[in-house]
């Protein structure tokens, strides 16, 4: 009996459905993006004499920083939360979702060299970053869960243990937002090379826009709290210090917000990046 040979039938066509997403391709290309985040994490922290302890000993030295001058010295109240706890967990929620914006923003210009070279689905890239991120929050989570058991202990924080499972879908949604805003922002900064320098400013000042260094309970009346939950981040940070913390402004409203706000700019973000990657090259 005869094997008959193995033929591989390619088809190439024009590609016309600039709205295409492109998932199914990325989903093929999923062990590439788990060798490309294993790498980009190792290279973060080689050479270095502390290593990954750098991913937590910089929030707890923040977090430290931020419980003197806006605890102390400002006299922002944080609740029944410790001041300490209350702007370690903030700090690290924040710190990811910057991450995923700043990483993303300046995609193109800081993968040239590789986009240029070989071809595979760009969109691997800004998902690996995500999962970097997401990394990268875990280690910094290290020092929040020992002052969280702490506190438990000397019976001055009650977390919600019965939603906890609910916790891994907040920081997935925060690292989805954060990814669609860096999405947006490579797709503009191919072109207009000033964003990379304003990006980084912009990302700073708006972590004042959202209920990092204060609770969204401050603003419970007036224009400032519509301001705040025009945010999409402030449900999910105060649903997630909720859940964590025991204390916290959680809204039905402020999360469909985030969820829409979420959707509408994943599909924005990928089509964006979609139309650009084919170009770049040209523009770089």
């Given amino acids: 009996m005869k094997k008959k040979d193995s033929q591989i039938h390619i088809c190439i066509d024009a590609d016309e459905k600039r709205t295409?997403?492109?998932?199914?391709?990325?989903?093929?290309?999923?062990?590439?993006?788990?060798?490309?985040?294993?790498?980009?994490?190792?290279?973060?922290?080689?050479?270095?004499?502390?290593?990954?302890?750098?991913?937590?000993?910089?929030?707890?030295?923040?977090?430290?920083?931020?419980?003197?001058?806006?605890?102390?010295?400002?006299?922002?109240?944080?609740?029944?939360?410790?001041?300490?706890?209350?702007?370690?967990?903030?700090?690290?929620?924040?710190?990811?979702?910057?991450?995923?914006?700043?990483?993303?923003?300046?995609?193109?210009?800081?993968?040239?060299?590789?986009?240029?070279?070989?071809?595979?689905?760009?969109?691997?890239?800004?998902?690996?970053?995500?999962?970097?991120?997401?990394?990268?929050?875990?280690?910094?989570?290290?020092?929040?869960?020992?002052?969280?058991?702490?506190?438990?202990?000397?019976?001055?924080?009650?977390?919600?243990?019965?939603?906890?499972?609910?916790?891994?879908?907040?920081?997935?949604?925060?690292?989805?937002?954060?990814?669609?805003?860096?999405?947006i922002c490579s797709s503009q900064t191919t072109k207009y090379r000033d964003l990379m320098m304003v990006i980084p400013f912009l990302v700073q000042a708006a972590m004042y826009l959202t209920p990092v260094i204060y609770p969204a309970s401050q603003f419970l009346s007036g224009g400032l709290q519509g301001m705040l939950w025009i945010n999409p981040l402030t449900a999910p940070i105060e649903a997630f210090r909720y859940i964590l913390l025991g204390e916290g402004t959680v809204s039905a409203g402020g999360l469909i917000w985030s969820l829409a706000f979420t959707s509408g700019g994943f599909l924005l973000g990928v089509i964006l990046f979609n139309r650009v990657e084919k170009t770049f090259m040209d523009m770089i």
Wanted: glycine share 6%; proline share 5%; net charge positive.
């Fill in 20 to 183: 295409e997403l492109g998932l199914k391709e990325v989903w093929a290309y999923r062990d590439l993006i788990l060798l490309l985040s294993r790498k980009k994490f190792f290279l973060l922290y080689k050479q270095t004499i502390l290593g990954p302890i750098w991913a937590f000993l910089t929030p707890i030295i923040t977090s430290i920083i931020y419980t003197i001058v806006f605890g102390r010295i400002a006299h922002i109240e944080t609740g029944t939360v410790p001041q300490l706890l209350f702007y370690l967990t903030g700090n690290a929620l924040w710190n990811y979702v910057a991450t995923c914006i700043t990483e993303n923003a300046n995609l193109f210009h800081a993968n040239v060299h590789l986009f240029g070279k070989v071809y595979f689905p760009r969109l691997s890239v800004p998902i690996s970053n995500m999962i970097v991120c997401l990394w990268r929050l875990l280690l910094q989570f290290v020092p929040v869960i020992l002052c969280l058991v702490w506190f438990i202990i000397r019976g001055e924080v009650h977390p919600h243990y019965s939603l906890w499972l609910l916790l891994p879908l907040i920081l997935l949604l925060l690292g989805v937002i954060g990814t669609d805003i860096g999405l």
